[in-house]
């Protein structure tokens, strides 16, 4: 019982170096307090969540200096030349939370964090790249999830966690009413661009339209959309325009692992295997050649959305649109019988909102999303012909 109240706080493994800084979570207003500081934003969080925080960045004080980072690289090129949160790279490429390396999340206990001076464990090339940044302090949070339980103008993910980073000064001078400003580029390097386009060329044709599909997620099952109905509407999209290509994130999309003229869907990871570069700057290339993307809310709608230029098709089962991103004026929502019966469309964020932040949103009354009501509105977009 001893061990349930007080909690051990994590080992770190004797070989590992560390240093030692006042670590703050998002509780009690005191990070949203600190001036002329420098912080390290330790963010083991998924890779949509890495799109939300770089709508926060820009609320941040201007007072201080800021790097992000996380244990593995993937999704690090989102921050790499933007202000004015940097990337502090790990030197680490597999995503984790450290325990294989001898520190589980820094060797840090985050329900613990009051700002007080904490030891820290430095992985991989962590320590170099503590010592060219020279933080004063560190920023972990579990990055809260309100759920919808939030109203206008804190209504999404982000802005929830804006509310307890950003001074009440802060927060006062933006308008609420419009889109949250992002920070990130979403542009990848010319040289990593380059070599992409000439890998993309071996799976794509010159006239081909690249069509982007996220059928599943890692943090909830109940969101994907089943394999068959994902097969069916690229069949569907490719009949009514032969010159559509599929790239599909996840695991099970069912696709060749080499160039395939052929009609079949191109798996995201055979293009990143061959690029031999990041998760984040492959997709920063995709995206750059993309004209449409269809899927569930999973990091790579979140980067699409946020990135804005390209119509977006967004099918939710399990969730709701207004709680996660800004509206977008490309994208369309259709929405399961799964989230109205449970009356998520009633909840705060998806009822106090603006018409400035109102999303297009389609509840469908059906517990599945039928291939051809997507194929529907891929073609009201204007992403695919209406024939």
Known sequence: MLANLFSRHPSIAPNLPRTTLRA???RNGAFARLRGERVAIYWPHGFGDWVHFGA????LSPENAYAIFRIGDDFSALFTGVRPVAA?????RAVGDGAELGARHLGMNWKRLRGRMETVALPGSLRDAFERFAPTALLYTD???PEGRLAYPFHTKARALARALVSEERLAGFDPAR??????????????????DAVLARYVDPGDRVLLLATSGHTEPAKAWPAADATAFVKMARA?????????????DGSATGPDRRGGTIAFRSLAAEMDAPFAEVLLALMARSHAFVGVPAGPLHAVAARGGIPLVGLWFAHYPTWYDEPNSL???LVGKRPIARGFH??????????SLEHRIEHLGTEQIAPEVVLDALARLGAISGA
């Open 179 to 196: 889109p949250l400003r992002q920070s990130l580029g979403f542009k990848a390097s010319s040289d990593l661009q380059r070599r992409f």
């Open 88 to 92: 502090l790279p790990s030197g680490i």
């Open 143 to 145: 990055y809260p999830e």
């Open 240 to 252: 009514r325009d032969p010159r559509v290509r599929a790239i599909a994130f996840g695991e099970s």
């Open 56 to 59: 926060i960045a820009p609320l």
């Open 24 to 26: 703050f979570d998002e």
């Open 331 to 333: 994208a369309l929502h």
């Open 346 to 355: 009633l909840r705060p964020a998806s009822t106090t909102l603006p018409p």
